[in-house]
């Protein structure tokens, strides 16, 4: 990928460089395709191969910018097409995720990328792990806000889909936004806009009236955790005064009843 990045750039390096007989990305994700079909042997070392470039290209500038971000593309479907058709290693997939987003290292967001990417293309399929996601919510407090945020959007669909799992987020953030320090309020405060957002961009989805029904309440639930913040000290309450303020000039929530109601 860098050197056909070079190749294309810089004209004069061209007669330097072998021609490549085939693509790298067409030929990475022809083998996890082809490993569905008696070459799963080779998923494993496919799998940590793709973790290690998504690694090494987030710390290093040895490349360019656009081969790095190539890399990183190349990986990430490579990845998505991995979990999609082998069972086994969808649970290592998801620990890799969250042991990244946890210690915060410099490629986690771009596995956030990877995790939102998975969830919404099958959230039935990202389910069965949400157990591995939620033991990673214990780590909210330390987080930064842009880490909570992206982490929040990633698990979006679970958040909707799954009751249990609504409740456990739910229920730490509460924790925080309760806890002693500001700075952890603020990040959890942040969060909690997130899903605020999402669940009322959710009601603008067309959907039955049962699960119309069941994403209003949950707006309303995360909307009633908002009133409670707007109780706090005056640092938490003018955050979410801004927050919400920013929030309500989107063109989803004008017409948004229940966002409405936060200001009286």
Known sequence: MHDEDMRVGMVWVRPYLL???????????AVVERSSYGWDQVTQSLIQLCLNTMDYTARRN???????????????RVLQTAFATHEFVRGEIVDQIMNRVVFQTKSHMHFLDLLQ????NDVDTV???????????????VMSSRTLEGLVRAIAP??????????????VLRKILFAHGVDERRVALSGLFVLISCAAQSLDCEAGQRQSNVRLAVLLEVLGLLRR????????RKAAYDQLSTLLDEPFARNNAALLSTLH
């Not at 990417?117 to 919404?120: D, I, K, P």
């Open 19 to 29: 021609e490549s007989g085939s693509d790298a990305q067409e030929l990475l994700h």
């Open 158 to 171: 679970l958040f909707f889909d799954d009751v249990q799992f609504r409740s456990s987020l739910i229920l």
């Open 229 to 236: 913040c707007l109780t706090q000290q005056p640092e938490i």
């Open 127 to 141: 389910r069965p792990y949400s157990t591995k996601i939620i033991d990673a919510l214990d780590s909210i407090s």
């Open 117 to 120: 990417l998975l969830a919404a």
């Open 62 to 76: 040895t490349y360019s910018p656009v081969a790095c971000t190539q890399a990183r593309q190349t990986c990430t």
